[in-house]
């Protein structure tokens, strides 16, 4: 399989970057080391902006933490549970939950799942 440059490089080279998010979801998967319950590659990182796109296997977590700047987690596929203080959200493919920055939350995989996180960087 060809390695695409958005998986050896993320900065923008020009006024844009396009990426195909399905192909992008492909590798990934086939990038996913075993044993290890997630992958991630990093999409774009440019001017304070980060996208980034991981795959959970089913059981896998992200633990409880918090980002500096407001963040998105997009559902491309799969379902996971997002936990946000006291409560707990069923995020299936095609949902998106954004928080604030310093909105402690934690996400864990019910089915293997593939997100694309954004991370916006704090304002001052």
């Excluded at 491309?76 to 299936?92: S, Y």
């Excluded at 310093?102 to 019910?110: D, G, K, L, T």
């Amino acid at each position: 399989m060809a390695e695409h440059s958005y998986l050896r490089t993320h900065d923008l080279a020009a006024e844009h970057l396009l990426i195909d998010l399905g192909e992008a979801v492909t590798e990934l998967h086939g990038l996913a080391p075993d044993g290890q319950n997630r992958g991630a590659v990093t999409l774009v990182k440019q001017g304070g902006l980060s996208v980034v796109l991981t795959h959970l296997h089913a059981g896998g977590t992200i633990a409880e933490h918090s980002a500096p700047g407001t963040t998105t987690v997009q559902v491309l596929d799969g379902q996971v549970r997002i936990q946000v203080g006291d409560e707990t959200l069923d995020m299936l493919a095609g949902r998106l939950i954004a928080f604030d920055a310093r909105v402690r939350h934690s996400v864990e995989a019910i089915a293997d799942s593939t997100l694309l996180l954004t991370l916006a960087q704090a304002q001052s």
